[in-house]
């Protein structure tokens, strides 16, 4: 069974019988005053969910690993029998698939991995095994080649509770800690999101915790062969070594020897790298939600500390308990974890919404003033291959080890977007006159703002200098660190969730242009100009940009279109045009755009998939950025957003259209069908102004 052939039906299914466009088209004026209402209307929803504090936090969702995990975890610790699970189980079976497996994202194939997590889950929290939803998800789950064919994480969740051996796991000796930052495969090397799982992981591979759990409640029926005859690991997509003279082989050579030396207890430091290890975990807690303030490394967290004889009541085991209860929702009979929180990410991109109207300026100064506190000043792990002052900002609540450049630039955004050009200007903040002039003679309020411009403009210059010091020597920018790039990672047999380094994408790249186009800097300034070389050697032949924490290419392109043209590339540069052309392209009838998670794993998808909001936005964002505002597929596509608009002023958007580790793990941001299509909406007024003004 070739599992894309039923994406590919899906989306050809959504992409042919769209939702029509009804009634005669507008004109232009028509529908500048049809958006000003709808801008009006999607202003309510998100001043209706602002937290008192002055942040917002949508929901953010992932696949059913998530609560499949949780169940597994708290099966290892005893407690399969308490409410929770059950629960997270009820939750389970309301998302599993019609032919009985579980997937990565709506309307996805059902995923190996996925799926015997959630069996084994249900299994434990005591569903029989005969009933039909179990049934059906094992027969799915033999059809697409057994627990034989899960991915390194699942395995080790195998052996925890003792259904193979932590033999048939990846080799992830602790000894890794112990490596120089001069030694090429030291941790430094890894992603940030790997290095924060590794290490825990490191611990309790080398403690092999193995708790078997009652032969009734295993899952020796998926298995097809033994697994000590199960297929070798490798990324998706990555194929099989030919010879010997490979990365791949070399790792599974390296791979190999360390397991003997366990065998053999050949192993010297094991109680250094132990401590080691444990030190850099827990120093890591601090000021965090959690280690890496995300699932996976909290669960690896208490996992580790439970192998380090740490008891339940000492603080790290309960200060890890709670960050994960922090992460869970409960609704009715059901419980389900969300990834990590997005409060920073949120915020800026509320704000950037939420622009412009007085009638909401309260809101957004206590909006500002809460992303200042959150601006991080703590030396993180960047700082080991980075020599600069803290000024990031970071995705969660508290994640100071770890800021970003995605957030960083989006805060830069959203705090240029609040201050109007004649307040940044200003040659006199404390002029008492200019104070009076510009807010009608209420000094007290002016004076306010003015002290909140001050530290704004401070923050702003330590953010873009932090910034600038993260871009990678071709020019573009990563996530968490500076030149994290080292392709060989990528083959070891851990990599399968392929997310092993941090190298530069062409969506960060855009979005920092966009940020320092919007601070001034423009064409003519170094880091600029390499930025946008980069931006020229990553566009795909076709027009389109790749896209790493956005599905997909439309995601890709709009944020290169939206960061060439905020820097000073002109409408009718080639690589605006093509890729302009290539978002008109894959407009759909109804208007709209869509793309599906389907597109990493077959290109051919890209620009396909069910029309959403929040693609729809990114599209028309994108061209509106190469100079195509009055383009009658941009008149479409806003007609299409005003038309999808509900009642309440958002938009429904079941699919999931952000990105968490490309072909592994996607994500549903709650807030993305509001703020997006707002902030699309507000582009095109903007341009249509400014091309008036002209």
């Known amino acids: 069974m070739d599992p894309l052939k039923e994406v590919r039906a899906e989306t050809h299914s959504a992409a042919a019988a769209p939702r029509e466009s009804g009634g005669a088209r507008r004109s232009p004026r028509q529908l500048a005053r049809a958006v000003e209402s709808a801008l009006v209307s999607a202003g309510e929803p998100l001043l209706r969910v602002q937290h008192p504090r002055g942040y917002w936090c949508g929901e953010l969702e992932g696949d059913t690993i998530l609560e499949s995990e949780y169940v597994l975890l708290l099966a290892w610790l005893g407690e399969a029998a308490s409410p929770a699970p059950e629960r997270a189980c009820r939750y389970l079976l309301k998302t599993q698939r019609e032919d009985g497996g579980w997937a990565c994202f709506p309307g996805g194939p059902p995923d190996v991995s996925v799926s015997v997590k959630a069996y084994f889950a249900l299994k434990l929290a005591g569903h029989d095994p005969q009933a039909e939803p179990l049934a059906r998800a094992r027969r799915v789950i033999l059809e697409l080649g057994g627990a034989d064919r899960v991915n390194s994480f699942t ?110 207890q ?20 601090v000021a965090s939600d959690g280690l890496g303030a995300i699932f996976p490394p909290i669960i690896w967290s208490i996992l580790a500390l439970k192998c380090r004889d740490y008891s339940d009541q000492s603080p790290e085991v309960r200060y890890c308990h709670e960050q994960l209860e922090l992460l869970a929702l409960d609704e009715a009979d059901t419980r389900r974890l969300q990834p990590c929180q997005s409060p920073v990410w949120d915020t800026a991109l509320t704000l950037r919404a939420l622009r412009t109207t007085a009638e909401n300026r309260p809101a957004r100064t206590q909006a500002v003033a809460w992303l200042l506190d959150k601006q991080i000043h703590r030396a993180g792990d960047w700082a080991q291959t980075v020599d600069a002052v803290p000024g990031g900002w970071c995705f969660e609540h508290h994640n100071e080890f770890y800021p970003d450049v995605d957030d960083t630039a989006m805060v830069l955004l959203a705090l240029r977007d609040e201050f109007d050009p004649g307040e940044f200007g200003a040659r006199s903040f404390g002029s008492e006159s200019w104070i009076a002039a510009g807010l009608a003679g209420d000094l007290a309020a002016a004076r306010e703002r003015v002290t909140l411009l001050e530290d704004v403009l401070a923050a702003c210059q330590r953010g873009r200098r932090w910034m600038l010091q993260l871009q990678n020597r071709d020019g573009g920018w990563g996530s968490f660190d500076k030149d994290n790039d080292l392709q060989c990672l990528c083959q070891i047999p851990l990599a399968d969730h392929n997310a092993m380094i941090d190298p530069s994408t062409p969506d960060l790249t855009g979005r920092v242009l966009e940020a320092l186009g919007r601070w001034g800097i423009r064409l003519g300034d170094r880091a600029v100009d390499r930025a946008v070389e980069y931006l020229r050697r990553t ?74 909001a929040s693609q729809t936005a990114w599209a028309l964002w994108g061209l509106i950025a190469a100079g195509r505002h009055d383009h009658p597929a941009v008149h479409r596509g806003i007609e299409f957003l005003l038309e999808q608009q509900r009642e309440d002023g958002s938009w429904y958007e079941p699919e999931f259209t952000g990105t968490g580790f490309p072909r592994v793990f996607y994500l549903r941001y709650h807030l993305y069908p509001v703020y997006f299509p707002v902030l699309a909406l507000r582009q095109w007024l903007e341009a249509r102004a400014a091309h008036a003004r002209a």
Request: hydrophobic share 45%.
């Open 266 to 285: 050949l192993r010297p430091l094991r109680g250094w790298a132990l401590r080691a290890a444990e030190r850099w975990m827990t120093d890591r807690f």
């Open 155 to 264: 395995r080790f969740f195998l052996a925890l509770l003792g259904q193979i051996s932590f033999d048939h796991c990846p080799a992830v000796p602790p000894e890794l800690v112990l490596l120089p930052r001069w030694f090429p495969l030291n941790i430094y090397r890894l992603s940030a999101w790997t290095r924060t799982i590794v290490v825990p992981l490191s611990i309790v591979w080398a403690s092999r915790p193995a708790r078997p759990v009652a032969a009734e409640h295993g899952i020796r029926e998926l298995f097809h062969e033994p697994p000590e005859r199960w297929p070798p690991l490798r990324a998706p997509g990555l194929a099989p070594p030919r010879g010997w003279l490979s990365w791949q082989q070399f790792f599974r050579l390296v791979d190999q020897g360390w397991k003997l030396l366990e065998r053999l």
């Open 539 to 612: 566009q795909e032949p076709d027009g389109a940009w790749f896209g790493r924490w956005g599905v997909n290419y439309i995601y890709g392109t709009w944020q290169a279109l939206a960061g060439l043209a905020a820097v000073g590339v002109p409408p009718h540069d080639p690589a605006l045009a093509r890729g302009a052309a290539w978002l008109l392209g894959c407009q759909q009838p109804s208007g709209g755009w869509g793309e599906t998670p389907a597109s990493y794993d077959d290109p051919r998808l890209r620009g396909q998939g069910p029309v959403t």
